[in-house]
């Protein structure tokens, strides 16, 4: 792996911005074209992220043109860096997959920009991409050696069987897991997810993340899936899916993860399904008798979409540095005030700022998109250091701040 990009490679890097900033969906777009045409590539993607829009060509955009903007100091990119890995570990991307987009990247770069692609910015972009892909590559190899030699882990797909299946609201189903084998699990950082890899019977194979609800145990796993109405993989699993059944499941992953060694207050704050890697860490925290201060706050819609209620009111019940509040935004006249919720109508920043300590607090963020843009960058705004806004977030990684 080189160890510096060549100073003619960032110069010519740097010349394509404005060419990137105007065209840079359309050459990511042509490369997915391209890199779609292999069945092995196009598996690996979540093919529903390819509509709305084309939120993931916009993605990759964007982060192909904060390369070239930051190509003299790519250290402000590792932890851009850090979350692919990540999700490449997940989804069992390996060194072979790479060669595939340089080909498809180049190619599309060259079928946009026509007679601008010269010779030259081709080479430089290939240089580019391969100076990138091999950090990817060697973090990636840390990761994957990392869970192959931990207790209980492994690498590649493993079978699990479902052990229970408890529907928790209307839309929210979980689904425990164990090992086929019935060894040990490796015991996950709270807040990470795994990645299955289902095959759908005559519509092929489909790859997901659901966050993990449970703690570590070192046993089992525990997800809770939301009934998507389009969704072909939570509806298999909501519908088809039994005691019993067997799944492909790659090892946890992800770099949103409850921090273990600071003595903050924590503010988990969640939307929706979003509650699920916040219940893990719940767990975790009252498992272990934590010390430290915790506000559980979670936004539904009403007691009918709110999953887990009971369960998250006897894991606080009796605990004093423990404080949960719950938001329904439209309570159905079944709902008890006091009982299933505390709150009517939306979690708001000034409740935050009035109720939490909001400025000393590590906050952990998940939920639906316009949760977190509200949030993410609403925090942000208020004085919150960003280094303790955490957040997960489902779908391409872009910027929450557009």
Same mark, same amino acid.
């Given at each position: ?22 065209? +840079? ?11 779609? /045409? ?16 084309? @939120? ?9 043109? &904060? ?13 851009a860096v850090e979350r692919i890995a990540q999700k490449h570990?997940?989804? /069992?991307?390996?060194?072979? *997959? %790479?060669?595939?987009?340089?080909t498809a990247l180049l190619a599309a770069i060259k079928q ?6 010269? !010779? ?10 391969? $100076? ?6 060697? @973090? ?26 408890? @529907? ?12 086929? !084998? ?12 795994? =990645? $299955? ?12 993340? %659901? ?6 145990? +070192?046993? =089992? ?10 969704? &072909?993989?939570?509806? %298999? ?18 770099? $949103? ?35 430290? !201060? ?5 936004? &539904? ?28 935004? =439209?309570?159905?006249?079944?709902? @008890?005030?006091?009982? *299933?919720? !505390? ?17 000393? &607090? ?28 955490? %957040?997960?977030? $489902? ?8």
């Amino acid at each position: 792996m080189a160890r510096e990009l060549s100073a003619a490679t960032k110069a010519v890097v740097r010349a394509t911005v404005p060419a990137l900033a105007a065209h +840079g969906a359309e050459i990511t777009a042509a490369m997915y074209v391209l890199l779609f /045409q292999d069945e092995e590539v196009r598996n690996l993607f979540n093919q529903s992220n390819q509509g709305e829009g084309g @939120r993931q060509t916009k993605a990759l955009a964007q982060a192909i043109l &904060a390369y070239a903007q930051n190509v003299d100091n790519l250290a402000v990119l590792g932890p851009a860096v850090e979350r692919i890995a990540q999700k490449h570990v997940g989804l /069992q991307i390996q060194r072979h *997959h %790479y060669p595939h987009v340089a080909t498809a990247l180049l190619a599309a770069i060259k079928q946009v920009l026509g007679e601008a692609a010269t !010779d030259e910015v081709l080479a430089a972009w290939g240089e580019a991409y391969w $100076f990138l892909a091999d950090i990817l590559i060697g @973090r990636e190899k840390q990761v994957y050696d990392e869970l192959g030699s931990a207790e209980g882990g492994w690498t590649g797909w493993r079978r699990f069987r479902i052990a229970d299946k408890r @529907r928790e609201s209307d839309v929210i189903t979980s689904f425990v897991l164990e090992a086929e !084998d019935q060894g040990l699990v490796v015991r996950h950082r709270p807040g990470q997810y795994l =990645t $299955f890899r289902i095959e759908l019977p005559g519509r092929g194979e489909y790859r997901r993340n %659901y966050s993990i609800s449970s703690a570590p145990n +070192g046993k =089992t796993y525990r997800i809770s899936v939301k009934r998507e109405p389009s969704g &072909a993989v939570s509806n %298999y699993l909501h519908d088809d899916v039994v005691v019993g059944d067997v799944l492909d499941v790659a090892a946890p992953a992800g770099d $949103f993860f409850l921090k273990q060694n600071s003595s903050r207050p924590v503010i988990l704050l969640s939307g929706g399904v979003g509650l699920t890697p916040m219940v893990s860490m719940l767990e975790d925290m009252t498992a272990r008798k934590s010390a430290i !201060d915790v506000y559980y706050v979670h936004g &539904a819609e009403d007691g009918k979409a709110h999953a887990m209620g009971e369960h998250v009111r006897k894991l606080t019940f009796g605990h004093q540095g423990i404080r949960s509040a719950i938001f329904y935004r =439209t309570p159905h006249s079944d709902d @008890r005030k006091g009982v *299933h919720y !505390d709150q009517e109508g939306y979690v708001t920043l000034e409740w935050l700022a009035e109720n939490t300590p909001l400025k000393d &607090a590590d906050i952990y963020l998940c939920g639906p998109k316009p949760f977190l843009a509200v949030f993410v960058n609403g925090l942000a705004k208020a004085g919150v250091p960003k280094d303790r806004i955490h %957040y997960e977030f $489902f779908g391409p990684a872009d910027d929450l701040a557009a």
